[in-house]
Structures are given as structure tokens and as C-alpha cells.
């Protein structure tokens, strides 16, 4: 298991924690250096960064959203998951492999090798 997904594990443990939700690298590291625990991307805040929608992105484009926020900071990171194609069998073997990936593979890191 890797280190960000034991201490995502230990502050559930712990009780309640703040996720703030980074848009881009810098304020991933900005939210950091305040002091928070972890983050949970917004995938309203990453479609509004490209001009579109909540749900407008393509799953190409979340997911190497995540892999860049993931690598902004040494925090464990969730991810909000609205994309435009979020139904079509691809999405959907995609988001299984994140959610394996994010549980104790390593990070985003390991998709789509």
C-alpha cells in the first residue's frame, strides 16, 4: 500500500477531516501549505479552468487531471468523476482501474500503462 492511501486510510480512522478541493497544481500546493490533511478534486472547478462545464471533460482528460494534481503534493487525493463520455463501457473499466489504482496500487500513476 502505498503511503498517500495508508494515511487516507489512517484519517478515516481518526474521525472527521477537511478536503478541500484544488482546481490546478498551485492551489494543490497552496492548500497544502495551509495545513490540510488531504485533497478531493473538483471536477467542476477542473472544467471551469477549460472553459467548460461541470461534466464537459473528456475521461482522458480527468483522469491525467487527477495524475497531475496527485503529483502536486505528498497528500492522499480523491477525485469528483462528471465527465461528458462517464457512461460508455471505456469510462467505466477506467474509473474501476482508478479506484483500484487509488485503494492500495500506487496512485493514479498506474493507469493507463
Known amino acids: 500500500m502505498s503511503p498517500k492511501i495508508a494515511e487516507f486510510h489512517r484519517l478515516h480512522q481518526s474521525g472527521c477531516f477537511v478536503m478541500p478541493n484544488p482546481w490546478d497544481r498551485g492551489s494543490a500546493i497552496y492548500l497544502q501549505k495551509l495545513g490540510f490533511k488531504a485533497l478531493a478534486t473538483t471536477s467542476a472547478g477542473f472544467a471551469f479552468t477549460l472553459g467548460r462545464l461541470d461534466g464537459q471533460v473528456t475521461l482522458d482528460e480527468l483522469v491525467d487531471h487527477v495524475r497531475f494534481i496527485d ?24 474509473w474501476a482501474s482508478l479506484r483500484w489504482a487509488l485503494r492500495g496500487r500506487g496512485g493514479p500513476q498506474d493507469l493507463r500503462r
Open 71 to 94: 503529483a502536486a503534493t505528498s497528500l492522499p487525493l480523491t477525485s469528483s468523476s462528471a465527465t461528458r463520455d462517464s457512461g460508455t463501457p471505456t469510462a467505466r473499466s477506467t
